[in-house]
């Protein structure tokens, strides 16, 4: 691959390591019967208190919130990286329960994004030609 392909694989590659971040967040540290158990003993482990703010934060809609914010960001100024943050917290609030918001900032965090590097990848004035002459014949 060429290092221009490179840099447009990056962002989708970097959001595909989040999503799988996110997931293994849900399946692993919220919805275990097993670790909520655990974090209700009275000698609950050190992970316990970043469980329950992890909790908390879907509770109270926080994530979903936080990628409405980074999605109006990327709407009103054309940055790639709030584009991909929009769509990264959009995939963290489609898996810890904010289905709604979470969806609505990928689906623009990721258009903004494709929007971005589609606009970077048009052809520049090298391809066009200078004086625009007509020919009559071929």
Known sequence: MSATAWRRAWPWLALLLVAL?????????VEPAAMAQ???DGHAPWWCRWRQWLVLGFL????????????ALALLWKRTGLAWLAAALGVVALQLY?????ALALLFGCLRLLRLQA???APV???RHGQQQVQSQP
Do not use: H, K, M, P
Not at 21 to 29: D, E, K, N, V
Not at 61 to 68: F, P
Not at 98 to 102: A, I, T
């Open 125 to 127: 004035e090298q391809y």
């Open 38 to 40: 655990q974090c209700g």
């Open 119 to 121: 606009a970077r990848a």
């Open 21 to 29: 971040l996110a997931a293994w967040l849900r399946y692993g540290l």
């Open 60 to 71: 109270n809609d926080v994530y979903g919130i936080a990628a409405l914010a980074a999605t």
């Open 98 to 102: 904010c289905f709604e918001s979470g």
